[in-house]
């Protein structure tokens, strides 16, 4: 599934195996693709709402449904950005709020959302450019965090927060020293968080125990903004 945007919204439908186009979707005023069961996906609409569009196996659109609207996008926003889940997916708010959403069938279930910024934490947003990861198996979600007004949610994070999907709590508080502009967390038992730095280069740490195991110097995992 592809993403297009020219400038309407739709999604290509491309059949890998056999290296055909299969159907174009239009998704008017909906974005982001969300794997979701077997041949469907959710997206994320400029109304509040979620869309789930399911397939059938040839690729071709059976069902569409919408969700209640569930966050308010002028006053906060959910990101383009999102994190797998075991059951589905988390989303983030610009001010910091995570949903985790999921299907069953053409249902469409969204959690009640917890802020992840408390009252003597007020003013650390998230930022940067692909700042939110999570780890299946442990619930564990990894969140890059700045200090900054509204609208800052491009600025690189200076910590990263380490939260349990699982109890609602801030586990931890990574001092970053180098701003981080990206990060992904591996899935495997033992899983790695994977920092991608301002400088260009890429930090590695233990994803569970939060300690630095090396650096890899330039060229990192970041991304080529001058090209």
Not at 39 to 51: A, E, I, S
Not at 70 to 86: K, M, N, P
Not at 138 to 156: K, P
């Amino acid at each position: 599934a592809v993403l297009n945007m020219n400038p309407g919204h739709s999604v290509s439908i491309v059949d890998v195996a056999d290296r055909v186009f299969v159907y174009e979707i239009s998704t008017p005023g909906c974005a982001v693709i969300m794997p979701v069961a077997e041949n469907d996906f959710l997206q994320v609409c400029g109304d509040g709402t979620l869309q789930l569009i399911q397939l059938d196996i040839s690729g071709f659109e059976t069902n569409r449904v919408r969700s209640p609207q569930f966050f308010d996008v002028i006053e906060d926003a959910v990101f383009d950005r999102t994190a797998r889940s075991a059951d589905g997916w988390y989303l983030i708010t610009h001010g910091g709020t995570i949903y985790e959403v999921s299907t069953d069938d053409n249902q469409i279930s969204i959690s009640d959302g917890w802020d992840i910024v408390s009252e003597e934490d007020q003013g650390w947003r998230p930022g940067g450019d692909e700042f939110f990861g999570a780890h299946q198996d442990s619930g564990l979600i990894y969140v890059a965090m700045h200090q900054g007004d509204i609208d800052t949610h491009h600025v690189a994070g200076t910590q990263v927060w380490v939260l349990s999907s699982n109890t609602g709590r801030l586990l931890q508080k990574m001092e970053m020293d180098s701003p981080v502009t990206s990060l992904m967390v591996t899935q495997e038992a033992n899983p790695k968080l994977i920092v991608a730095t301002e400088e260009g280069d890429t930090e590695v740490f233990d994803a569970i125990s939060f300690q630095h195991e090396r650096s890899i110097q330039t060229p990192g995992a970041s991304m080529f903004e001058d090209f």
